[in-house]
């Protein structure tokens, strides 16, 4: 039986993330996309195109009562405090055929969703290496990075994966499909407590983290915890994963920002409860000591009440 393609897309977050895969889509010329919005976010959308490295984009805004029938695959890209209030909205859009791909942060997107639309629909993901950033009502990115998935722990009877696979070749977006992808997924979750958490308390972009030894131990003080903690829940995360890591951030431009110090510089939320504030949880869940992320969740907490 051939498998049916993706050609229609909603995009659910117009941030840098989305903003990036946008465009990505957009420019492979073969899918009808839109962004999914209400609100605020709906009239910042009508009012003006979506500029992204410079160039405008004449992506439409629908809102969910406009939205006539399900798409095949719903990017979710939004932060993880404004996903609760959105669940009802994706389910508009969601039929039985569609594809639900999260690229949030966060080990938990995946399961709040399909407990909303249907675990059968999600695709277990997350992306890499991609550098997008917001200014104001701009967007830019340099490095498309990649976006790793697999099926996760639902067994993917519909051809989730392939049909997946299929429309990121077709959109030229760098992917991947690991073997076991709970453990990449930890990697990732471990990659953002260190690196974002790190970069919003000392302000800095990237280049801090490849040239102060400092920063690098923050950083890396950060991370163990979550290796540490990956243990005790049966994932295999070893030190060597923390040096992987290390080989992709010498490879990332020197002046690029974390989400979470774009945040900070913005004045906007942080995702600070999904990093540190889920260390601190499961380590006391599991008995494990985490008192670097408890500090970085103090802090942090605390600038986000300054701005």
Known sequence: MQ?????????????????????????AGSFSLYFLASGERYRRLKKRPLTVNGRPYSIDAMKPEEVEKPVDLVLVALKHHHLPEA?????????????????????????????????????????????????????SFARPGKIIFGEGPQKDE??????????????????????????????????????????????????????????????QLLMQEVVILAGKVSVDLHRKDME??????????????????????????????????RVVSMGIEHGVATPVNQTILHIIKVMEKRN
């Not at 498998?3 to 420019?27: D, L, P």
């Not at 890591?245 to 110090?261: H, I, Q």
Request: net charge neutral.
């Open 87 to 139: 669940l009802q909205e994706i389910k508009t859009v969601v039929g039985a055929e569609t594809i639900i791909l999260s690229v949030m942060n966060g080990l938990e997107s995946e399961q709040i969703i399909g407990s909303v639309c249907g675990m059968d629909k999600m695709v277990y993901a997350i992306a890499v290496g991609i550098d997008a950033v917001r200014e104001k009502d701009h967007f």
């Open 158 to 219: 519909g051809g989730r994966v392939a049909r997946l696979q299929e429309a990121l070749t077709r959109a030229s977006i760098p992917h991947e499909m690991p073997a076991d992808i709970q453990r990449v997924m930890w990697w990732k979750f471990m990659i953002n407590v260190g690196i974002n958490q790190a970069s919003a308390v000392l302000r800095a972009p990237y280049g801090v983290f490849q040239s102060s030894a400092d920063a690098l131990a923050l950083m």
């Open 244 to 277: 992987e890591w290390l080989s992709v951030l010498s490879t990332l431009a020197p002046e690029g920002k974390t989400s979470m110090l774009q945040d900070i510089e913005a004045r906007r939320k942080t995702e600070v409860e999904i990093f540190a504030g």
């Open 3 to 27: 498998t049916k393609k993706i050609k229609s897309i909603a995009i659910v977050g117009a941030g840098a993330m989305g903003a990036a895969y946008a465009t990505m889509f957009s420019n």
